[in-house]
């Protein structure tokens, strides 16, 4: 799998972009089909502080499909880990329907 990673208005640094490739190899668990992904990092300006102003959003690529889940949370590890977690949910379901087709 090949991934592609773009952080928007800032520079990420390269202990973010391993953790998240380390993250996205996860997923080859649950399919081999996986062609590519993009990662996308952006900041918020949000007034809310609760909710934290850090997004990332996973779009994978799977034969006659994209799968895509964006989170937004106080750091990039924890909204990793979540789109990670919705993207993992995604590719079970996407196998299943693959199957039964």
Same mark, same amino acid.
Do not use: W
């Given at each position: 799998?090949?991934?592609?990673?773009?952080?928007?208005?800032?520079?990420?640094?390269?202990?973010?972009? #391993?953790? =998240?490739? /380390?993250?996205?190899? +996860?997923?080859?668990?649950?399919?081999?089909?996986?062609?590519?992904? &993009?990662?996308?990092?952006?900041?918020?300006?949000?007034?809310?502080?609760?909710?934290?102003?850090?997004?990332?959003?996973?779009?994978?690529?799977?034969?006659?499909? #994209?799968? =895509?889940? /964006?989170?937004?949370? +106080?750091?990039?590890?924890?909204?990793?880990?979540?789109?990670?977690? &919705?993207?993992?949910?995604?590719?079970?379901?996407?196998?299943?329907?693959?199957?039964?087709?």
């Amino acid at each position: 799998m090949v991934a592609t990673i773009q952080s928007i208005d800032f520079d990420a640094a390269s202990t973010l972009t #391993t953790y =998240i490739e /380390s993250k996205l190899q +996860k997923l080859e668990q649950f399919s081999a089909q996986i062609h590519d992904a &993009q990662v996308y990092l952006k900041l918020e300006k949000n007034k809310n502080k609760d909710v934290g102003n850090k997004v990332v959003e996973i779009k994978v690529m799977v034969p006659q499909n #994209t799968l =895509i889940a /964006s989170f937004q949370a +106080k750091s990039f590890e924890e909204a990793t880990n979540a789109c990670v977690e &919705q993207l993992s949910r995604q590719l079970v379901r996407y196998k299943e329907k693959q199957r039964s087709a």
